[in-house]
């Protein structure tokens, strides 16, 4: 190595190109928003559910043993929020790469480079989305429509994208043939 060139350190960083091109496979983002809405919906329902049964039980516990048992109405919150971000961890880290109800809407979630989720980077989607929710509204959604691959805030900010399965892809591939669709 020369003087003049500069020392390495061994890192290499390389920026990879975005792999989902909405021109070219349009089936991938074919009606990806409402079913996305709908996916939350539903995952509301599962998340909620257990929470809400966890609230009886701890109201009726309250009154089984004369009011000191409502004291694990404390934990309520906390419970709520490991409850949910190791939902979203573990649904959107499975080789699915999708929720319960992301996988009844037949969606899942990639990096923008395509590779599946993880756990990690589910639970933090899990809590940038509501904490950008919470300060921004449903705002956020608005996001989707300026940008072709319909990515929301948080989807930008972490790099990931939600397209339509491949079973999903494949058989609107089948049914809208053309040029976007012979692949």
Known sequence: MAESEPKRIG????????VYDPD???ELFEG?????VLAFVIDLLVITVPLVFLAIFIFVFGIVTLGLGWLLFFLFSPIAVIWAVLYYGLTLGSPASATLGMRVMEIEMRTWYGGPC??????????????TVSFLTPLILLVAFFNARRR???DLLLGTVVINNEL????LRRAYPGPAGTA
């Open 32 to 36: 990806v928003m409402a079913r996305r």
């Open 152 to 154: 929301l805030l948080h």
């Open 11 to 18: 890192v290499s960083f390389e920026v990879k190109p975005h």
């Open 24 to 26: 070219t496979q349009p």
């Open 168 to 171: 999903r892809a494949a058989a």
């Open 118 to 131: 993880y756990f990690l980077l589910g639970a933090v989607h899990a809590i940038l989305f509501w904490v």
